[in-house]
């Protein structure tokens, strides 16, 4: 099952937090929905899962309008909210049931679900604790768990691991791995290497709008940059690397240490080796680099005043 988000707008008080926007993720696509803080990510994500309403344009979840056929939306997505709500006094296993129940899974279809679900997410030890003991990274396997429950055809994860260890990072990104093969699923993270590992296909919004969406490798080709890493002996004046042929800006990124883009991807290695020779310095390392993601999502959502570059 698919989602089609067409034009779609959401204002606030007048204000735009999703503005216009449009896209389409396909029968079993995992998707990244990045974006900085406040850029309309859990926003669109409310109004996938019907928690609100459009302002303007078409949603449909799975050929159903969000706006006209709610509650047949409802049935066939997993919705893990940024922020889990759980019935804390309720057990692991208790609260699992009454959520099948929610979702009119009955009988002996139910007691199955919340055993695999229970196995499936690695909660056979907590299943008869109450929630309100878990750590945050057991609440997020119950989260996951509930969200999966009534095998739904399509996920929407908000910032499924965060506030998490790095242990139990790995787990849930494998998990969401292993439970998503044959599911469509859209979520939004602020880890890159997730999206790497998770994710052929990447959507990043800012301020209200879509500013890239298209498979990761493409976006790392087409937006990525290569640069020059360098590491000098001694302090250097950055102007006069700056001031070199071929040289467009550059990045400190620690004592003596540099990241310099060149104009057109033009190779400064030669011009480099003159340098430090003219200027009697010795260079510790040089290296050629593939933008990162990280670098990729920083240029396209970071104003250019705010930019630490040369």
Do not use: W
């Amino acid at each position: 099952m698919s989602l089609e988000v067409k034009n779609l707008t959401k204002t606030f008080a007048g204000q735009k937090a999703v503005d216009n926007i449009s896209f389409t993720v396909q029968p079993g696509e995992i998707v990244g929905f990045l974006g900085p803080n406040g850029a309309g990510k859990s926003t669109t994500m409310k109004i996938l899962t019907t928690f609100l309403p459009p302002t303007e344009g078409k949603v449909q979840v799975g050929g159903f309008d969000v706006a006209d056929q709610s509650v047949q939306v409802r049935e066939i997505i997993g919705y893990l909210p940024e922020h889990n709500p759980l019935y804390l006094e309720m057990y692991v296993k208790e609260y699992l049931t009454f959520i099948g129940k929610l979702y009119d899974v009955k009988g002996n279809l139910l007691l199955s679900r919340v055993d695999e679900m229970i196995r499936l997410c690695g909660l056979g030890v907590e299943q008869h604790k109450k929630l309100e003991s878990l750590s945050k990274g057991y609440r997020q396997r119950v989260g996951l768990a509930q969200a999966l429950l009534h095998d739904p055809q399509i996920l929407i994860l908000d910032e499924p691991t965060s506030g998490l260890d790095p242990n139990q990072i790995v787990e849930i990104r494998k998990l969401i791995k292993q439970v998503s093969q044959h599911k469509t699923v859209l979520f939004s993270t602020h880890i890159m290497q997730e999206v790497q590992t998770l994710c052929s296909r990447v959507i990043i919004i800012h301020k209200g709008k879509i500013v890239a969406d298209c498979q990761l490798d493409e976006l790392l080709k087409s937006r990525g940059m290569k640069s020059l890493f360098i590491e000098f002996d001694q302090e250097v004046d950055l102007l006069k690397i700056k001031a070199l042929p071929g040289v467009q800006s550059i990045d400190q990124s620690g004592p003596n240490q540099f990241r310099i883009f060149s104009v057109e991807n033009a190779d400064v290695r030669s011009i480099m080796f003159d340098f430090v020779r003219q200027q009697n310095i010795s260079l510790m390392e040089m290296r050629v680099e593939e933008s990162s993601l990280e670098e990729v999502f920083r240029e396209l959502t970071t104003p250019d005043g705010e930019k630490i570059r040369l």
